[in-house]
């Protein structure tokens, strides 16, 4: 749980990036250890994704997709037992559900569609009013926070990124191979570069961290000195 902070402690840090790079990975671990909360954008993205494909909705169909939006609650809530934020889709755990190679393809699909990702990003701003923030996505750092005092760009190559994507899979029990887990990353990259709203790309005073051959500890040094480095120049004004 985050601490009460100063005001000048407090900062938003957007976190972008290519999917299976541990974007996720590394704001957890940041905001835990700079004692800030944690929104993990993309799953409310995958959420959705669920909702629809459990009513049987066309995700490829904007109107309809909009149209169940109001339905649709999403929060996130503290496990102390596996110390990360989970999310809950009306009332209901679907942490691990969400994160199935095909609630992934279609979220990537809605993800595409303008007037779900200006509802879901009005909500993502209303995370960030009081700061103290670390959220990570595809947009953050150009849309959703374009003011955020840290914007960190995190990238490896699909060699690296699908082997990461691959055990992640196996640990949760959810089988498929090698091949299937490269192309659904390919098509997810492809979507997320070149969707007319707000595609994935770097923010220009964003700092790139490519974590090919960076383990988890070395990454999460390397954003924690950015971050207090940040917080330093904050106190010091």
Do not use: W
């Not at 700061?131 to 005092?149: L, S, W, Y």
């Not at 040094?221 to 940040?230: D, G, M, Q």
């Amino acid at each position: 749980m985050a601490k009460k902070q100063n005001a000048n402690e407090r900062i938003i840090i957007a976190v972008d990036g290519y999917s299976s790079c541990g974007k996720s990975t590394l704001s957890k671990d940041l905001a835990k250890k700079l004692q800030f909360i944690h929104i993990d954008s993309g799953a409310m993205y995958r959420a959705v994704g669920l909702y629809c494909m459990q009513q049987g909705i066309d995700t490829n169909n904007e109107a309809k997709v909009v149209s169940v939006l109001p339905k649709i609650k999403i929060n996130f809530k503290f496990n102390a037992e596996t110390n990360n934020n989970e999310t809950y889709l009306n009332n209901k755990n679907v942490e691990t559900t969400i994160r199935n190679l095909e609630v992934a393809a279609v979220a990537s699909t809605i993800s595409k569609h303008k007037k779900v990702r200006e509802v879901l990003v009005a909500q993502q701003q209303l995370f960030g009013k009081e700061k103290g923030i670390v959220m990570d996505g595809r947009d953050i750092g150009t849309v959703v926070f374009p003011e955020a005092e840290l914007k960190l760009f995190i990238t490896a190559n699909i060699e690296v990124r699908t082997e990461r994507r691959f055990k992640e899979l196996a640990q949760k029990g959810i089988l498929t191979t090698k091949e299937k887990v490269a192309e659904n990353l390919k098509e997810r990259d492809e979507n997320d570069v070149n969707r007319v709203e707000s595609p994935l790309r770097k923010a220009n005073d964003a700092k790139e961290i490519d974590n090919s051959y960076l383990n988890m500890e070395e990454q999460l040094n390397l954003a924690y000195y950015f971050a207090k480095e940040l917080i330093k120049k904050n106190q010091a004004k």
